[in-house]
């Protein structure tokens, strides 16, 4: 709504500084001349004002005509003809508008050294036939300043407009930002819970006919992690989604364990900073998820070393299913990652990883398992 405003003020000013130059001399034209010569003077500005209007318009919407070259050149005629056909004093009312598109439509540099010679050649012709230097400077410098007003009032009705559009983009770009943090705190938060909801499911359910206190157990454990999980939609619908890596190294010990997964936890001494510390967590989070999800594992090492002001995290498995030994190998985001990342989890934590001036790399081990690493600063 400012940007139109803005144009329709820019607009009523040309308009009213335009007609101001050309009215007074015009009426009392009409009141003195003969017909054939106010005649000739209304067709003077209809040629003089026809262009002069399009060219304000396209320098406001930022357009260009293909026939610009020509309605150039027919306003500069219209400008000066008149005089030379005998309109005395006829340039000093129209020069100066054309200033204004000369300085919009043509390079400024180039714009500019017509001005000035529009100025000296007004001056020449107004003290040769008035010999007036004060009166024909007078006019001269008209033309800049005239021609000035109009151009930093269209370009200031195109700032405002631009501004406005760049606003709009602004928005959208957040929007699309929020999207995809939502879409991706979902995937590697929800993924890990509702894994972990189906395995103690399953669990709970096997154990139902043989061991119906272990199935309480585990059903109760389902119910608190479907609260987690209920918790997290609520955490990423708020954009807060803070994580502790011991905590979820905890967490995802205890859920592989209960899945029949030997975990092996060995810690490093100095734990990262907090941002580092929450795009660690994510991996764990991820590379956790992929293994109940996609593996055949029995045996699963978490370790983390520092080293250089770095901390790396190693998430290693022994279970890569033998039908995924060739995707286990396609470059994906830092290095080669196989079945177990596919999706967008990997992507994620290659996000998040370099938000933080880390890396990331996923692969097939020697051994026929897999490993997940991220690096990240200490600090």
Known sequence: MNSILARRLGIALIVLVSVGYTIIPLVASLT?????????????????????????????TGTRSRWLPATLAVQVLATYLPEAL??????????PLLAGPMLLLLPLRWGGVLVMTMMAVEFWW?????????GSYFYALTILITGAMIYVVVRLARVTAELEQARADLAEAAV?????????????????SITAIALKG???????DRDLPAAKTEIGTLVQVAREAAQEVRQVARGYRRMSFAG?????????????????????????SREPDEALAWA????VTNILRHSRATTC????????????????????????????TEPVGDGPVGAQSVGGGLVGLVERAAQVGGAVEAGRTSQGGFRLMMEVPTS
């Open 176 to 192: 699309l930002k929020e999207r995809l943090r939502i879409s991706r705190d979902l995937h590697d938060g929800l993924g890990h």
């Open 86 to 95: 005998g309109f005395t004093g006829w340039s000093a009312g129209t020069a």
């Open 202 to 208: 399953d669990l709970a359910t096997r154990l139902m």
């Open 301 to 328: 090492s978490i370790t983390t070393s520092n080293r250089a002001g770095r901390t790396q995290l190693k998430i290693v498995n022994d279970g890569l299913p033998p039908n995924d030994a060739k995707a286990a």
């Open 284 to 287: 764990v989070r991820e590379g």
């Open 32 to 60: 003195t001349a003969s017909t054939s010569v106010n005649a000739g003077r209304l067709v003077a500005l209809t040629a003089f004002y026809w262009p002069h209007l399009l060219h304000v318009r396209q320098a406001l």
């Open 248 to 272: 979820e190294v905890h967490r995802a010990a205890a859920l592989l364990e209960s899945s029949g997964i030997s975990c092996q936890v060995n810690l490093a001494e100095i734990p990262p």
């Open 126 to 134: 107004l003290q040769s036939i008035f010999h007036n230097v004060t």
